[in-house]
């Protein structure tokens, strides 16, 4: 009798401590790694955006659908020409109490700038006048477009009209840090004993590989409308291991969901399994500089049988890419350029693609010797196999090579490789966030290089009409594909198990969710 009275008293306290865990208005979620860093101007990661996202916020910021609302600044004007914001900067606080001013602002949008921090997403602000000759050392910093005409206005100039810099300004690279406590730590501003912020929420603890605590800002703007106290955030880098957590309850919200179990998924958790349309792109570049005869990188496209990966391999609602920049997309006709194949048969491609080869000298007796290289990742591992056996029947031995994300990106940067893996998850809600890939920049790994694509993309800033620009942006996607320098794959979905008790997450295309929208029930 006593033994079971233990166990009944036993019971009724872990319920009473998981009722407590909700009720306590604490969200525990999923991330998928451990942050770099956590400022703002030196994060390049999801993971790390939706941390410091909780901690800092831009003249513009998203809503809880992803939509562009209101930040810092309260509201804006811009001139005639669409080269001139000026912002008035809201009444707000620096969870010292100290007040956030425009010059915070301005003194920020040099820092990213400055060429000895090299910031790696410092791109961004190429759109402000001065800001790429600055970051590239051709230019003072003093030059730049961004003045603060006094503590509550700031005023912004722009090289060419920018239909998307509203969108820009909630990314990131545009926000604001605290410029007397930057001055005061330098490098160690960001410790916990240190760091000062503007967001809903700050550093409470932060134990690396295990969690980041965050609890509320007393000084937030809009506290009085924030419901959690606080949020903790866990780097679980194998989602097997997340989903196990999550089963558990130690998780409200996960970073993402296993590979190849979405049936299993749905079935389980129904609603809670929450897929949704993603801004972004698995692709392979192809090296020009290493496979220049543009038979055999047609070819090599034509021969990937898209609809087998989505719908076999993968399975979890991802959509063949025909087409470099996603669908969906804002600023851009529903008409806009595919690959010519698009509308073939598999088979009627395959024999195309055996045609080119043969052209370019290649066959089964003389196969064409390709290395396709990956990062590490069981998912990529089953594309990358797939697509090798897609080639094999075109004449191509494909070699595997996998290493870590990091080795990987950087000898795709170097341009170490003939063809790899990639993929892009857009900046902002707009078609250059992917066609600006093509330009003179890190990120154009195929380095290929086009003056007319980069003449029209030029062209393109300068049009204030978006019917006009989008045509324009058009030309420039079609340079792209028919140069056949890169491989469109697939466009992703987001994948989350969001627990019912959670309020206020809502699908986005951009997959960023604030935890200042949420509550528990």
């Given at each position: 009798?006593?033994?079971?009275?233990?166990?009944?008293?036993?019971?009724?306290?872990?319920?009473?401590?998981?009722?407590?865990?909700?009720?306590?208005?604490?969200?525990?979620?999923?991330?998928?790694?451990?942050?770099?860093?956590?400022?703002?101007?030196?994060?390049?990661?999801?993971?790390?955006?939706?941390?410091?996202?909780?901690?800092?916020?831009?003249?513009?910021?998203?809503?809880?659908?992803?939509?562009?609302?209101?930040?810092?600044?309260?509201?804006?004007?811009?001139?005639?020409?669409?080269?001139?914001?000026?912002?008035?900067?809201?009444?707000?606080?620096?969870?010292?109490?100290?007040?956030?001013?425009?010059?915070?602002?301005?003194?920020?949008?040099?820092?990213?700038?400055?060429?000895?921090?090299?910031?790696?997403?410092?791109?961004?602000?190429?759109?402000?006048?001065?800001?790429?000759?600055?970051?590239?050392?051709?230019?003072?910093?003093?030059?730049?477009?961004?003045?603060?005409?006094?503590?509550?206005?700031?005023?912004?100039?722009?090289?060419?009209?920018?239909?998307?810099?509203?969108?820009?300004?909630?990314?990131?690279?545009?926000?604001?840090?605290?410029?007397?406590?930057?001055?005061?730590?330098?490098?160690?501003?960001?410790?916990?004993?240190?760091?000062?912020?503007?967001?809903?929420?700050?550093?409470?603890?932060?134990?690396?590989?295990?969690?980041?605590?965050?609890?509320?800002?007393?000084?937030?703007?809009?506290?009085?409308?924030?419901?959690?106290?606080?949020?903790?955030?866990?780097?679980?880098?194998?989602?097997?291991?997340?989903?196990?957590?999550?089963?558990?309850?130690?998780?409200?919200?996960?970073?993402?969901?296993?590979?190849g179990q979405f049936k299993y998924?749905?079935?389980?958790?129904?609603?809670?399994?929450?897929?949704?349309?993603?801004?972004?792109?698995?692709?392979?570049?192809?090296?020009?500089?290493?496979?220049?005869?543009?038979?055999?990188?047609?070819?090599?496209?034509?021969?990937?049988?898209?609809?087998?990966?989505?719908?076999?391999?993968?399975?979890?609602?991802?959509?063949?890419?025909?087409?470099?920049?996603?669908?969906?997309?804002?600023?851009?006709?529903?008409?806009?350029?595919?690959?010519?194949?698009?509308?073939?048969?598999?088979?009627?491609?395959?024999?195309?693609?055996?045609?080119?080869?043969?052209?370019?000298?290649?066959?089964?007796?003389?196969?064409?010797?390709?290395?396709?290289?990956?990062?590490?990742?069981?998912?990529?591992?089953?594309?990358?196999?797939?697509?090798?056996?897609?080639?094999?029947?075109?004449?191509?031995?494909?070699?595997?090579?996998?290493?870590?994300?990091?080795?990987?990106?950087?000898?795709?940067?170097?341009?170490?490789?003939?063809?790899?893996?990639?993929?892009?998850?857009?900046?902002?809600?707009?078609?250059?966030?992917?066609?600006?890939?093509?330009?003179?920049?890190?990120?154009?790994?195929?380095?290929?290089?086009?003056?007319?694509?980069?003449?029209?993309?030029?062209?393109?800033?300068?049009?204030?009409?978006?019917?006009?620009?989008?045509?324009?942006?058009?030309?420039?996607?079609?340079?792209?594909?028919?140069?056949?320098v890169t491989i469109p794959i697939?466009?992703?979905?987001?994948?989350?198990?969001?627990?019912?008790?959670?309020?206020?997450?809502?699908?986005?295309?951009?997959?960023?969710?604030?935890?200042?929208?949420?509550?528990?029930?």
């Amino acid at each position: 009798m006593a033994t079971f009275l233990k166990i009944i008293f036993f019971t009724i306290i872990f319920v009473m401590f998981n009722n407590y865990a909700v009720a306590s208005g604490i969200i525990h979620r999923g991330n998928n790694a451990e942050p770099a860093s956590i400022d703002p101007h030196f994060i390049t990661g999801v993971w790390e955006n939706r941390i410091v996202g909780d901690m800092f916020m831009g003249l513009t910021t998203e809503s809880v659908d992803g939509k562009i609302i209101p930040g810092l600044a309260e509201s804006w004007s811009i001139s005639e020409d669409g080269k001139t914001y000026i912002f008035k900067i809201r009444n707000a606080k620096w969870s010292d109490g100290k007040k956030i001013t425009a010059h915070d602002f301005e003194f920020s949008f040099k820092r990213i700038l400055a060429p000895k921090n090299a910031s790696k997403y410092a791109f961004i602000l190429y759109p402000i006048k001065n800001a790429e000759e600055i970051n590239r050392a051709q230019k003072d910093v003093n030059s730049l477009g961004v003045k603060a005409l006094n503590n509550s206005t700031l005023k912004i100039t722009l090289k060419n009209i920018t239909p998307f810099f509203l969108e820009q300004l909630a990314h990131y690279t545009s926000w604001a840090v605290p410029k007397h406590i930057v001055e005061k730590y330098g490098k160690n501003w960001t410790k916990k004993e240190n760091i000062v912020v503007s967001g809903a929420f700050i550093v409470e603890d932060w134990k690396p590989q295990t969690n980041f605590k965050l609890k509320k800002n007393p000084y937030f703007w809009d506290s009085k409308n924030v419901k959690l106290d606080g949020v903790v955030y866990y780097p679980i880098e194998n989602s097997n291991s997340e989903l196990k957590r999550y089963r558990a309850g130690e998780l409200h919200t996960t970073g993402t969901v296993p590979s190849g179990q979405f049936k299993y998924l749905k079935k389980t958790f129904g609603k809670s399994f929450r897929i949704a349309p993603y801004l972004a792109i698995y692709y392979y570049p192809v090296n020009y500089n290493k496979i220049k005869d543009i038979r055999v990188r047609k070819a090599l496209s034509m021969a990937v049988n898209r609809d087998v990966i989505t719908q076999k391999i993968l399975g979890e609602g991802q959509k063949p890419a025909y087409s470099f920049v996603p669908t969906g997309i804002n600023n851009y006709d529903a008409k806009t350029p595919q690959l010519p194949f698009a509308t073939m048969s598999y088979t009627d491609a395959v024999l195309e693609a055996k045609k080119l080869m043969q052209e370019a000298g290649y066959n089964k007796s003389n196969p064409l010797e390709i290395e396709l290289k990956y990062n590490t990742s069981d998912e990529q591992k089953k594309v990358a196999v797939a697509i090798s056996a897609m080639w094999k029947q075109i004449g191509v031995k494909t070699k595997l090579f996998n290493q870590e994300a990091k080795v990987h990106y950087s000898q795709l940067k170097n341009s170490e490789f003939q063809v790899a893996r990639a993929s892009w998850i857009g900046d902002y809600n707009d078609p250059t966030t992917f066609t600006n890939l093509f330009l003179d920049n890190s990120y154009n790994y195929s380095r290929w290089i086009d003056n007319t694509l980069i003449a029209n993309a030029e062209k393109a800033d300068r049009i204030i009409n978006l019917e006009e620009r989008a045509k324009l942006l058009a030309k420039v996607e079609k340079s792209i594909l028919d140069s056949y320098v890169t491989i469109p794959i697939y466009y992703y979905v987001s994948k989350h198990i969001v627990s019912d008790k959670v309020i206020g997450w809502k699908d986005n295309i951009l997959n960023i969710h604030r935890s200042r929208w949420m509550d528990l029930k």
